[in-house]
């Protein structure tokens, strides 16, 4: 059987684009059997994961302060602080595990003490999308 998997990357402003990807994937009845992301990505391959529409994602992309949202500060998760960002996750999913999402969630980040990446597939989707 043939399987389609969604990846979605970093970059504040691909967030938009990230959007227009999930409407065409809407709009062309395209069946994901996991989606994954990094940053950026990573958000929104979570909303989508656990059953937000694209229209939800969009309304959610456009209300976002996005200059408020990182603030530069040396945290646990790297150079930008993605806290008000874990709480926008909570706020819009509940207190969620990876494993709970309506389609296989895959959230890519670095490990930057080790200089390898890492792949959340299980835990907090919150702490996830931070890192």
């Known amino acids: 059987m043939k399987k389609t998997a969604l990846a979605l990357g970093g970059g504040a402003v691909l967030g938009a684009a990230h959007v227009g990807v999930l409407r065409a994937v809407s709009e062309l009845d395209i069946h994901l059997s ?17 059953g937000k529409s ?9 209300a976002i302060d996005w200059v408020d ?3 530069l500060a040396l945290s646990q998760f790297g150079l930008l602080s993605n806290k008000k960002f874990g709480t926008m996750v909570t706020d819009l999913l509940g207190k969620r595990d990876i494993r709970d999402a309506r389609i296989p969630l895959s959230i890519v980040a670095t490990d930057i003490g080790a200089g390898r990446k890492f792949v ?3 835990g907090d989707v ?4 931070m890192a």
Not at 34 to 50: D, E, H, K, N, P
Not at 54 to 62: Q, T
Not at 126 to 129: E, L, N, Q, R
């Open 54 to 62: 694209w229209e939800e994602i969009r309304d959610i992309a456009l």
């Open 120 to 122: 959340f597939t299980e």
């Open 69 to 71: 949202l990182s603030g």
């Open 126 to 129: 919150a702490m996830a999308v």
């Open 34 to 50: 996991m989606v994954s992301g990094t940053s950026i990505g990573a958000f929104i391959a979570a909303l989508y994961a656990f």
